[in-house]
């Protein structure tokens, strides 16, 4: 069966929530863009907040500036259910806290996707190289896969040559829909990812 591939986007959803203080409370919250293992950085007593100036629905999945997948219970059983948690994803469990400042009632965690898969097709794909580091990208604004390099088991990766960019194969986008889940922004690859 041919399978089509998808880059995580932002909702822009006024009404729903966001959180946007991991920088100010996790020091190295950087290696979240790399696909590096994290629990030892981010304990599960670590405290996020919900913006001020966001909306008061929640979602599934919030939106965030940090490129980072925050998560309800409910993904996170679709992630099992398809066997990815573990090897392929680290859930990172930490306590969101209302505008107040309370422990809100839903429980979410971080999916820190951990598969980087060197599959970025440099000639179909635009990109921006960062300024002084040529072999880094500073940005991709059009993703085109190199599909005969992804392994079959590759639901939910990052792209190796930039990892800050998460992949994510239409069936396991079929299983979040199926199950309802909202807050989910997703771009067909190969078409224009916005600023």
Known sequence: MPYTYYTFGHAFDSRAVKVVDLPDKVEDYFYLSDGVPMASYLPPTTELSLYEEAGDMFTDFID???CVLYVSQRVREVLASRGLVGEAVELLPFVLLDKRGRRVRESYAI?????SVPCLDFERSKYRRRVG???????????HLREDSLPDDAQLFRVAEYTEMMVL????L??????????LAVHPVGTPIPG
């Open 174 to 183: 079929e299983a979040f829909q199926q199950a309802g889940l909202t807050g």
């Open 133 to 143: 580091r040529a072999n880094e990208l500073a940005e991709v604004n059009r993703l």
């Open 111 to 115: 999916a820190n996707p951990l598969v």
């Open 169 to 172: 194969r239409s069936d396991l």
């Open 64 to 66: 965030n500036p940090d």
